[in-house]
Nanobody, 121 residues
Framework: QVQLVESGGGLVQAGGSLRLSCEAS????????MGWYRQAPGKQRELVAA???????NYADSVKGRFTISRDNAKNTVDLQMNSLKPEDTAVYYC???????????????WGQGTQVTVSS
């Protein structure tokens, strides 16, 4: 089994900061890309930021310059530092990872349970 567990959501005023963390655990052989998505009420889930094992990070235009994604391959974690938060950043944030399990030859996409981020104006 593989689990992604998120932490760090909460309520913050506009202009404030939050840091989200996600740890992958279980029978993991390797992890390819990791990322964060978000879903606001009445909207589709959208990519916020992604980081491959090696290579350039990718950000949604709406968060460029404000959010920073990072990962620790030794700990199987991915973090999202969110600065200068805006009310439109309010959403449930989901951790995502492409993981190859021990004993399997292919990767699956795994999702965390989601963590609420609310930005008040």
């Amino acid at each position: 089994q593989v689990q992604l567990v998120e932490s760090g959501g909460g309520l913050v005023q506009a202009g404030g900061s939050l840091r989200l963390s996600c740890e992958a655990s279980g029978s993991i052989f390797s992890i390819n890309a990791m990322g964060w998505y978000r879903q606001a009420p009445g909207k589709q889930r959208e990519l916020v930021a992604a980081i491959p094992t090696g290579g350039r990070t990718n950000y949604a235009d709406s968060v460029k310059g404000r959010f920073t994604i990072s990962r620790d391959n030794a700990k199987n974690t991915v973090d999202l530092q969110m600065n200068s938060l805006k009310p439109e950043d309010t959403a449930v944030y989901y951790c995502n990872a492409q993981i190859q399990r021990i004993g399997l030859a292919f990767t699956y996409q795994y999702w965390g349970q989601g963590t609420q981020v609310t930005v008040s104006s």
